[in-house]
């Protein structure tokens, strides 16, 4: 490995994930406006778009691909670190803990504020009704890991690759040695996006749509497991062939940008036909959307990838503060993007200028709470670990104790 690459590396890395992280914001407040009859969440402004739902399959076909991507890659590096063990410590510490100590608070503010929102969509004002909530199915819990999802999620998957490399030991190393191979091969090959697309095609093509809706359950069903899984191995052996690999897709970026939009737009025009119905309808129009559409999630997903480690390899001033706040803004958004859905529901402006003023609001208002209350705290601690500059301060303070004991 290039340990004089390494670090620009890195912060292209922590560059990209600070533009995913705002851009949960931008999809979850156009949710609030989508024109779709099947919106997956039970509310609706009246100012609905197509533009909005045109940016939640945009920004959804690459977003949560791209976290799992880096979170497989970040895992590896922290078990060369740290070992297995000591990886583990970390995503319990800093994916299980805050889950623990975040999920209850926001889970009971944001029931209050959706249940607010449902009773304006069904009646036009502010109030609460039980009788309104969405029915569960019979036996079904009341409680979901709502857009934490992704915490939960990630640290099982964290214990998964704890356990795989206590296993690796009893797999023949010819063996092993051919899994990585085959999956840095399929990285490095123009094509291999394809091959990479099949198994979620497969999985995709028992969803309606052909996308694997996120169900926040506790309980997630296979599909999502192996959704998710598979970006996340993807980032594992992409670690391990980093130098070759991060530069192949800065130089590929281009290109995977393009091919990805071209199977964005086959997506689009799938998703269209597979809502009419006659005798030249494409048979198993699920799989086909599905397949189209992870193409383009791998192919985008390179494309910013190498984008970033191409041109926004080093330390940015404005993406490395957001990277910072980003952990404590994606716990919180949703309060924001649904709070201020609500203030702004009876406001006579287009459904346009509402996602705009929402999305203004939501950032500006999680930014100052995260600098106001997290960022200096022990809880931007938890969140972030010890920021450089505070271990630059500890370790003067310590130099500088043990100088004047030494006197």
Same mark, same amino acid.
């Given at each position: 490995?290039?340990?004089?690459?390494?670090?620009?590396?890195?912060?292209?890395?922590?560059?990209?994930?600070?533009?995913?992280?705002?851009? %949960?914001?931008?999809?979850?407040?156009?949710?609030?406006?989508?024109?779709?009859?099947?919106?997956? !969440?039970?509310?609706?402004?009246?100012?609905?778009?197509?533009?909005?739902?045109?940016?939640?399959?945009?920004?959804?076909?690459?977003?949560?691909?791209?976290?799992?991507?880096?979170? @497989? $890659?970040?895992? *590896?590096?922290?078990?060369?670190? +740290?070992?297995?063990?000591?990886?583990?410590?970390?995503?319990?510490?800093?994916?299980?803990?805050?889950?623990?100590?975040?999920?209850?608070?926001?889970?009971?503010?944001?029931?209050?504020?959706?249940?607010? /929102?449902?009773?304006?969509?069904?009646?036009?004002?502010? @109030?609460?009704?039980?009788?309104?909530?969405?029915?569960?199915?019979?036996?079904?819990?009341?409680?979901?890991?709502?857009?934490?999802?992704? !915490? #939960?999620?990630?640290?099982?998957?964290?214990?998964?690759?704890?356990?795989?490399?206590?296993?690796?030991?009893?797999?023949? *190393?010819?063996?092993?040695?051919?899994?990585?191979?085959? $999956?840095? %091969?399929?990285?490095?090959?123009?094509? &291999?996006?394809?091959?990479?697309?099949?198994?979620?095609?497969?999985?995709?093509?028992? /969803?309606?749509?052909?996308?694997?809706?996120?169900?926040?359950?506790?309980?997630?069903? =296979?599909?999502?497991?192996?959704?998710?899984?598979?970006?996340?191995?993807?980032?594992? /052996?992409?670690?391990?062939?980093?130098? +070759?690999? =991060?530069?192949?897709?800065?130089?590929?970026?281009? @290109?995977? *940008?393009?091919? @990805?939009?071209?199977?964005?737009?086959?997506?689009?025009?799938?998703? &269209?036909?597979?809502?009419?119905?006659?005798?030249?309808?494409?048979?198993?129009?699920?799989?086909?959307?599905?397949?189209? #559409?992870?193409?383009?999630?791998?192919?985008?997903?390179?494309?910013?990838?190498?984008?970033?480690?191409?041109?926004?390899?080093?330390?940015?001033?404005?993406?490395? /503060? !957001?990277?910072?706040?980003?952990?404590?803004?994606?716990?919180?958004?949703?309060?924001?993007?649904? &709070?201020?859905?609500?203030?702004?529901?009876?406001?006579?402006?287009?459904?346009?200028?509402?996602?705009?003023?929402?999305?203004?609001?939501?950032?500006?208002?999680?930014?100052?709470?995260?600098?106001?209350?997290?960022?200096?705290?022990?809880?931007?601690?938890?969140?972030?670990?010890?920021?450089?500059?505070?271990?630059?301060?500890?370790?003067?303070?310590?130099?500088?104790?043990?100088?004047?004991?030494?006197?």
């Amino acid at each position: 490995m290039n340990n004089a690459n390494t670090p620009q590396r890195l912060h292209a890395l922590d560059n990209l994930r600070a533009l995913m992280m705002w851009l %949960g914001i931008v999809l979850h407040v156009a949710i609030n406006h989508l024109t779709l009859a099947d919106s997956p !969440l039970p509310w609706r402004d009246p100012k609905t778009s197509p533009v909005a739902d045109l940016l939640l399959i945009f920004i959804h076909s690459f977003r949560m691909p791209v976290f799992f991507v880096l979170a @497989g $890659f970040f895992v *590896a590096l922290l078990v060369e670190r +740290r070992g297995a063990n000591g990886m583990l410590k970390n995503r319990g510490l800093r994916l299980a803990l805050p889950f623990a100590l975040f999920w209850p608070p926001l889970f009971a503010l944001t029931t209050v504020l959706a249940m607010v /929102y449902i009773h304006l969509t069904a009646r036009g004002v502010p @109030g609460i009704d039980t009788a309104l909530t969405p029915a569960r199915q019979p036996g079904g819990s009341p409680f979901n890991t709502m857009h934490l999802w992704f !915490l #939960y999620q990630l640290f099982w998957l964290s214990v998964a690759a704890r356990a795989g490399v206590r296993l690796q030991r009893f797999v023949p *190393a010819p063996l092993r040695e051919t899994i990585a191979r085959g $999956f840095t %091969g399929l990285a490095s090959r123009r094509w &291999g996006f394809a091959v990479l697309a099949l198994p979620l095609a497969f999985v995709g093509s028992f /969803y309606p749509s052909g996308i694997v809706a996120t169900s926040s359950s506790f309980l997630p069903p =296979l599909a999502e497991w192996v959704q998710s899984g598979l970006f996340f191995v993807f980032g594992w /052996y992409l670690y391990a062939q980093q130098d +070759r690999l =991060l530069a192949l897709f800065a130089a590929r970026c281009k @290109g995977h *940008a393009l091919a @990805g939009l071209a199977f964005f737009a086959a997506t689009v025009v799938l998703l &269209g036909a597979s809502k009419t119905s006659g005798p030249h309808q494409l048979p198993h129009p699920a799989f086909w959307i599905a397949l189209a #559409y992870n193409a383009c999630a791998w192919l985008w997903s390179l494309a910013l990838i190498g984008g970033f480690v191409r041109y926004l390899p080093r330390q940015n001033a404005v993406l490395a /503060y !957001l990277s910072q706040s980003s952990y404590w803004v994606y716990l919180v958004h949703m309060l924001g993007t649904v &709070g201020f859905g609500i203030l702004l529901f009876n406001a006579p402006i287009g459904a346009l200028t509402k996602m705009g003023l929402n999305i203004a609001a939501t950032s500006l208002v999680a930014l100052a709470s995260y600098q106001l209350l997290v960022r200096h705290t022990p809880i931007g601690r938890l969140l972030n670990g010890q920021r450089k500059e505070e271990e630059k301060r500890s370790t003067r303070k310590s130099t500088k104790a043990r100088v004047l004991a030494a006197k």
